[in-house]
């Protein structure tokens, strides 16, 4: 049943890159462009997880648990399909504010820097990137209102089944770093420069959108009207996502 939805919003998600958007699908302009911000660096860092984990499969010195190599067999599928969704996601995106190219293709290109690292500073990232998905995915999953204004749209079906996948199998790139050997003060090392990293490129994409916005003829006084309301409204979760942060500390 699982595989058939998928094959069926995937269909439909295709036809999402075919146009580009008129109006903010999350009821404003910031509300939409963070959401927009964090799927233009998704694709880019998805590869990444995808290839690290491929890498360390075909390269371990010791014998990988059966169990574990199912679980990673199962998160590289789900990972390309986020890959494949988010791509035509972002096309979308493009499509609405051209502007933004730019910002995005540095974005992808930081990211793609990091496969020049070793093999185990790259698991070590790979596990703080899931935990750090997984942050923000439980806060989606558990406060339907951040995409409320979104309700029945593909945006928002999207967002929801990724998180839902990503709460799933978020434990299996920490289960692989730690068979790998990555120990604990690398893996957090790991988890500062992954949330530096996508700290910087939400922000910086969201800005370089939203400037797309006001080009296009959105009033400034609304956007920081609504920016200020979504940073005063956001305030518990972000509260609830730093303790997440903390808790991934601890992992």
């Not at 939409?32 to 990444?48: I, K, M, N, Q």
């Not at 499969?57 to 390309?80: G, H, N, T, Y």
């Not at 935990?131 to 989606?140: D, F, I, K, N, Y």
């Not at 770093?177 to 893996?187: D, L, M, N, W, Y």
Request: net charge positive; with cysteine.
């Amino acid at each position: 049943m699982v595989v058939v939805v998928d094959y069926c919003y995937f269909i439909k998600v295709k036809k999402m890159s075919t146009a580009a958007r008129s109006s903010p699908w999350n009821g404003t302009v910031p509300r939409t462009r963070v959401f927009d911000a964090l799927s233009l660096l998704l694709p880019a860092g998805e590869r990444f997880v995808i290839t690290t984990l491929e890498d360390w499969r075909s390269s371990a010195k010791a014998p990988i648990p059966p169990s574990l190599l199912a679980e990673v067999d199962r998160f590289i599928r789900e990972e390309q399909a986020h890959q494949r969704a988010h791509e035509r996601y972002n096309a979308s995106v493009l499509a609405s504010a051209p502007r933004a190219a730019g910002a995005a293709r540095n974005t992808i290109a930081a990211i793609d820097e990091l496969a020049n690292l070793s093999l185990p500073m790259r698991l070590a990232l790979c596990a703080a990137f899931e935990l750090l998905t997984a942050v923000v995915s439980r806060e989606l999953v558990e406060r339907p209102f951040l995409l409320g204004a979104a309700a029945g749209s593909l945006e928002e079906r999207l967002w929801r089944w990724h998180a839902r996948e990503e709460l799933d199998h978020c434990h299996v790139a920490l289960q692989a770093a730690q068979c790998g050997g990555v120990g604990r003060i690398r893996r957090l090392l790991a988890l500062c420069l992954a949330t530096g990293y996508i700290a910087f490129d939400v922000a910086n994409c969201s800005v370089q959108l939203t400037r797309c916005d006001l080009a296009n003829g959105t009033p400034l006084r609304r956007v920081l009207k609504d920016s200020l309301t979504m940073v005063v409204t956001g305030l518990p979760s972000l509260a609830r996502m730093s303790l997440g942060w903390l808790r991934c500390v601890w992992a």
